[in-house]
């Protein structure tokens, strides 16, 4: 076989590699080739498209699962291209994305003993509809999971077919990852939008008038925030307060508030700040409860898409915290603390400690302290900064800071803001990270600057997906001495 770019193969998946990626070995007039296959799982066969073309390996996209694994399960949902995984087994699910994560650790971070390191896997506690928040989209481009034809003139509303941007699979039985009540009833809300005679939107040309729904969960209160996302072409035909008072009816006190976004921006976003945004019923927020604290949270805010899982998740972070550290009078440094959740939580365990906040985004920042206003807890400062910029600002810190936490986003630390964490010398740092690859990285300076990698627990967040969430403590080497820049 020879291999190209966009060449659509049949290849058996044979290995597991980090991030999802099925492994399959295909022989090609050059010799041997690894072909990874994002979102594949051993046993199945599957039809690919060759993305990348390298001389000992390919990396290729999933288009169609053709025959499953021998351990998948038949489960009552629709497939979607969002959990790939659903029906492997979810302890199977656990032992790849573990062994994954931790080889990571042992070719990235040079970590050999990693397996003496690991503390534990902590799975979500909920293994379905455990996500808080979902997007659907419209078009008038559906693909048809029955027959797997493409239909041109529909009005679709679901999730995008695997591989492309401009057709969705209507949603047709629940997902298994979101309320189950809800996606039961979006066959009837598909209905009663579609008998308005308004078109679905259509990705390629832009054009048409139903474009999202978004919906946001709060557990706590078992209610449901809606986002109706149309573009103003034909609005003066939309009844919209005919379809708030129809959501009642059909939601009755599980709605908490309907929203209507008016998008005519052509990027196909559902943001309310590409467009505008007026409140039809109910409230603009849900409050959701994260370790005994409340968290005020509208349709933009950030905030874990698995709060179950969010608990442990810091839960374990904040054992890390405190293991053998009384804090004293140490300064805790909270950095990319986006709303403040950990911070507060750690202050609520230690009313004595000193914490600091810090996450370039403002938005966050108000809301973290609206957040701590709600929940009675001073014992906290947030600032809206670059975290480089602020830890340069504020040199007075250097030798007063106990512990760092870090919470970054998947692209990881840039290494000029790593090296100025380093520099203000902390007893110890707790890392979280949703995504290992980055943090092995990380890792990798850390230790060579005198960190020395205590412990590692993974956090599966997500079921069904590749995603893993990472928590490492870091305890400075009391003998290193940190070399002086030129």
Known sequence: MSLHRNQIIEVEITGFAFGGNGISRIQTEQGDLVAFVENT??????????????????ECKLLQVIERSPEEL?????????????????????????????DLFRKIARVQNIEEIFDEYIGSPLDFNYRNKMEYSFSSIEHDVETGEEKDDAFALGFKRRGTWWKVESLNKESGLFDQEF??????IRQFLQATNLPAWHPPKKTGFF????????FHQDQLLINLVTSSEGIENFDVQAFSLYLQELLGKRLAGFQHTINDNVADRAKIENGTNSLLYGEAKVIEKLSDLFFEISMESFFQTNPKSAELL?????????????????????????????GQIL???????????????????????????????????FFAADVGKFLSQYPQYKGKIGTIVLDPPRAGIAPKTLRKVIDLNAERIVYISCNPSTQARDTETLQSMGYILDKVSLVDQFPHTSHIESVAKFVKDPNFVLPIED
């Open 314 to 342: 810091y839960s374990k972070a904040l054992d890390y915290v405190f293991e053998n550290n009384p804090l004293d009078d140490k300064v805790v440094m909270d950095l990319f603390c986006g709303t403040g959740t950990i």
């Open 41 to 58: 799982f051993p046993g199945q066969k599957v039809l690919a498209r060759v993305d990348k073309k390298r001389k000992k390996h390919a």
């Open 347 to 381: 202050s609520r365990r230690s009313e004595n400690a000193q914490i600091i906040g810090v996450d370039i985004v403002e938005e966050a920042i108000l809301d973290a302290q609206k957040n701590a206003e709600r929940n009675n807890i001073e014992g906290i400062q």
């Open 183 to 188: 996606e039961t009833k979006l066959i009837q």
């Open 74 to 102: 038949d489960l009552p949902y629709q497939e979607i291209s969002g959990a790939p995984y659903i029906f492997v087994p979810i302890a199977l699910q656990h032992q790849y994305k573990k062994s994954s994560t931790l």
């Open 211 to 218: 474009r999202h729904i978004v919906v946001r969960k709060s």
